[in-house]
Nanobody, 110 residues
């Protein structure tokens, strides 16, 4: 069985930072581990993904502000989010292979 659990979301002011974590059980982070986000009126969108060679790719909207990484020893995927903006407000999901986490809410507001 596989399970992905996100944590680290919360309420922050614009310009603030959060680090999201996604812990995996029953699996390992191979298979293009990634972070997505979704708001109620929009499609779920790719935020960041680790591709071959461990190289990250990012959505243009977060490039330079977000960093995706893996701690293989802890079997945990991270998303460091800096310089947060109100438009970053969303539920953030991690994904590995075809498995999804339950999501964690990030709200950026003054």
């Amino acid at each position: 069985q596989v399970q992905l659990v996100e944590s680290g979301g919360g309420l922050v002011q614009p310009g603030g930072s959060l680090r999201l974590a996604c812990s995996a059980s029953g699996s390992i982070f191979s298979g293009f581990p990634s972070w997505y986000r979704q708001t109620p009126g929009k499609e779920r969108e790719l935020v960041a993904m680790i591709i071959s060679g461990g190289n990250p790719i990012y959505a243009d909207s977060v490039k330079g502000r977000f960093t995706i990484s893996i701690d293989n020893a802890k079997n945990t995927l991270y998303l460091q989010m800096n310089s947060l903006r109100p438009e970053d407000t969303a539920v953030y999901y991690c994904k590995n292979f075809k498995n999804w986490g339950q999501g964690t809410q990030v709200t950026v507001s003054s």
